[in-house]
């Protein structure tokens, strides 16, 4: 078998993904106000906070399914410009995960995890399919390759989902709330994928309200309010002493 | 045993015993019944009568229909050729013959979900030339046939087929474009669109035909049958486009956002995400839509082209025969309803796979 081609290796000493100074509005929303944030390369982020407080538009701008109205975001060295040229490198170098997997219903399994390699001409049919098998396989679901989504549960999907994503061979994984559309006996299938990939070493960004994740995989957990960046520390400080009485008031309702 | 029939559902009554209640179960059925069955009868059995019995087939000469109180078929057989082929040189008709069988062998052999590739776009820009080059002829010996003396199943068939067929990729730009966000593109689909459907099908063949002449220099002006032909392609678009618009909007935004994010391009998207989705949802409406344009290819009789209709007409006008103008319309009838039914259960049989697939 031969080894389909990787994308050119991002440099080790660079921030996998550096935002500075982002503000975003929706037409008179602002629901972006100023935010800034390195990650390192290999660093997992929980981004958590109450709905509409912008966690999900952030995550959205490093992969520029939202367009900022002022700041930077570099992601892999790659700064996001109107260029189609870098937005399509920084799409391929960060993979997503969505809340309600979006995956396609009119192609099997297999072929929503060779589509976009293929066409994006990172591997061919036989390359393309050989590393979808593999990933599958991780996420452990290669069984149900020839199924279409729509036969599947909605944890299994969630995980062909990230089975998909990687095939991309990002550098970065982008999740938008991955478990928050799954009936509870389907949470812990993905959470258990995403551990298992975290320990692979792969950077990630998770909005997540799951905080045993948090807990278990997280390098710093971040807490956004209103389109701020409200506190962010390693998860034993974040839950043990939160620093601010929003993060406090907004812990205590999600733990008890 | 009891318990076992608790847990099954009661069988369904169904076959012939639910048939015969609902149509004798009460008074008032049996009357409706009755009612329905004599009115049938009354309409069904003197068109047999006409049809059938009475009728005449054999042979194919004037004089087989005098004295005849049903139907002169005869009149069909001595003119099938006239009806198919209009004016066209009768020591040439086989061209349009063959255009015409050709063209039905290619039509059925493109609507197979297998021949979906690129080849098959390669096929028709080969098979298009080639028959109208057999049409026109003026080469290797044959005639040249103007398209003045074109007519009947030939005229309807490439009518049909550029005109649907150029139609739909023309009608997938246009929806797309009316949801672009460059605001000049979206203006001038939204611009094209509105007109086009504003506008009487008859009074854009007008248009075509009487002043696009008197707007053109002649050397830009193509022939009466191509302006014709034009038309019918832009008035198609224009539906088809809005149709497919509605199966664009039935597609979540999020399975876009889901390709965007994997690094597709924005024709990569539409193509292989957006579209197949899209389409699968409107077949429906799509097989509507190109059924009621394949009849509109007989509107161009009224700015004299000779289709289906008006070569059938003109069979009429011989007046060695009694006009048995009834037969000719049904057996138009038959070839139109042969054609737009086929197509019918080729859609319904894509809808059905498309369903499985889901």
């Not at chain 1, 599947?152 to 089975?163: H, K, M, N, P, T």
């Not at chain 2, 057989?77 to 063209?103: D, N, T």
């Not at chain 2, 664009?248 to 399975?255: D, F, I, N, R, S």
Request: aromatic share 8%.
């Amino acid at each position: 078998m031969k080894q389909a081609a990787s994308p050119p290796a991002p440099d080790p000493a660079q921030p996998a993904v550096r935002i500075q100074g982002l503000h975003k509005w929706y037409d008179g929303f602002h629901a972006l106000r100023g935010i800034d944030l390195e990650v390192a390369r290999g660093e997992r982020i929980v981004i958590c906070g109450p709905s509409g407080s912008g966690k999900s538009t952030l995550i959205r701008c490093i992969n520029q399914l939202e367009r900022h109205e002022a700041g930077a975001v570099t992601v892999d060295g790659r700064e996001a410009t109107a260029d189609p040229k870098a937005l399509q490198a920084i799409r391929r170098a960060a993979g997503m995960v969505f809340q309600s997997f979006n995956l396609f219903p009119h192609l099997t399994v297999l072929q929503n995890c060779t589509l976009a390699p293929v066409q994006t001409g990172l591997a061919t049919r036989a390359e393309a399919d050989a590393l979808a098998m593999s990933y599958l396989e991780r996420v452990r679901i290669a069984e149900q390759a020839l199924k279409h989504p729509a036969q599947l549960s909605g944890g299994q999907q969630q995980r062909v989902a990230i089975a998909r994503a990687l095939c991309m061979r990002p550098s970065i994984m982008l999740f938008d709330e991955p478990t928050s559309a799954l009936d509870p006996e389907m949470v812990k299938e993905v959470l258990d994928t995403m551990i298992a990939l975290a320990a692979d070493g792969m950077t990630m960004l998770a909005v997540t309200h799951e905080m045993g994740f948090a807990r278990q995989v997280a390098d710093r957990v971040i807490f956004m309010d209103e389109g701020r960046i409200v506190e962010a520390g390693p998860p034993e400080d974040f839950f043990a002493r939160p620093q601010h009485e929003r993060t406090r008031t907004f812990l205590g309702q999600l733990l008890h | 045993m009891t318990q076992a029939s608790a847990l099954s559902p009661p069988p369904t009554p169904r076959g012939l015993r639910v048939a015969l209640r609902g149509l004798f179960g009460s008074p008032g059925n049996i009357v409706l019944t009755l009612a329905v069955l004599w009115a049938a009868w009354s309409v069904a059995a003197p068109f047999f009568r006409w049809a059938v019995l009475d009728a005449v087939i054999w042979p194919a000469q004037p004089a087989a229909c005098r004295d005849v109180d049903g139907a002169c078929w005869s009149f069909v057989v001595a003119k099938s050729g006239q009806i198919l082929f209009g004016i066209y040189p009768i020591e040439e008709r086989w061209r349009p013959l063959l255009v015409s069988l050709g063209l039905l062998v290619l039509i059925g052999y493109s609507l197979r979900p297998p021949a979906w590739r690129p080849s098959l776009a390669a096929i028709w820009a080969i098979a298009l030339p080639a028959v109208l080059l057999l049409m026109f002829g003026g080469f290797a010996g044959l005639s040249y046939v103007a398209t003045t003396m074109w007519g009947g199943l030939p005229v309807t068939l490439i009518l049909t087929v550029t005109a649907v067929g150029g139609a739909f990729p023309l009608a997938i730009f246009l929806a797309l474009g009316r949801q672009s966000e460059l605001p000049a593109i979206r203006g001038l689909c939204i611009g094209f669109i509105e007109l086009t459907r504003a506008l009487p099908l008859l009074s854009i063949l007008f248009i075509a035909s009487i002043m696009l002449p008197l707007l053109l220099p002649e050397w830009l002006l193509p022939d009466k049958f191509f302006r014709a032909m034009i038309a019918l392609l832009l008035f198609a678009a224009a539906y088809l486009a809005e149709v497919i618009r509605g199966g664009l909007q039935a597609v979540p935004a999020g399975q876009a956002e889901a390709a965007q994010a994997l690094g597709l391009g924005y024709w990569q998207i539409q193509r292989e995400v957006v579209l197949p989705q899209a389409l699968a949802v409107v077949i429906p409406s799509l097989t509507n839509t190109i059924i009621v344009m394949i009849k509109n290819t007989s509107l161009v009789l009224v700015v004299g082209l000779f289709d289906l209709i008006s070569s059938g007409r003109a069979a009429l006008a011989d007046p060695e025969w009694s006009s048995p103008a009834m037969e000719t319309y049904l057996f138009i009838a038959l070839i139109y309803f042969g054609l737009c039914f086929g197509f019918g259960r080729f859609a319904a049989g894509l809808e059905q796979r498309s369903r499985i697939s889901q």
